[in-house]
């Protein structure tokens, strides 16, 4: 299995709103050819494009260890929570954690460069209906990654035909490198 290095750019995005924030991103007209489905993943990220908002602050990260089961869905690899592990708060507004899964090359590319690996942290606010996907974008690396090498086994378990989950135990959302917390 190939060893990884995360990078430390997010890519924080919403379902109905349509929203997409990079880097303290501002809101743009592009967000509404987002909404009407004009413009829709994969989406190259353009620094140049980029404007810095401070006013919104860092990412609130209140992740907690929980059970996790790490699922093969042909299309990709998952993991769902089992019970809770914990949320995110953007602009004072909680979304709870509810699954991982991980796209092999990147869906996204940053300047036109495509990266091997991109985690998507699935958050739901159910009251509001909304859901909020943090992306974090990862090399490879001659290092291992903490968070991934805890799941390698799980998932080389997984890998075959026929074998479509396995209970992986207690996992730590906080062990994923995300020591840069702008959006």
Known sequence: ?????????????????????????????????????????????????????????????????????????????????????GSIQIDGITYVLDQIHWHSPSEHTINGRRFALEQHLVHKNVQLQKVVVVAVLYATSIFKNPFLSKLEGSIMDISGIGASEVNVGLVDPNDIDMSDRRY
Request: hydrophobic share 45%.
């Open 1 to 85: 299995m190939k060893n990884f290095v995360s990078k430390p750019i997010f890519l924080v995005y919403t379902y109905l709103l349509a929203v997409v924030l990079v880097l303290n991103s501002r809101p743009t007209s592009s967000w509404l050819e987002c909404k009407n489905e004009t413009m829709q993943s994969p989406i190259d990220l353009a620094f140049s494009k980029m404007q810095y908002a401070p006013e919104l602050g860092d990412l609130q990260l209140n992740y907690t260890p929980a059970s996790a089961i790490l699922k093969n869905r042909g299309h990709d690899i998952s993991w769902a929570v089992a019970g809770s592990a």
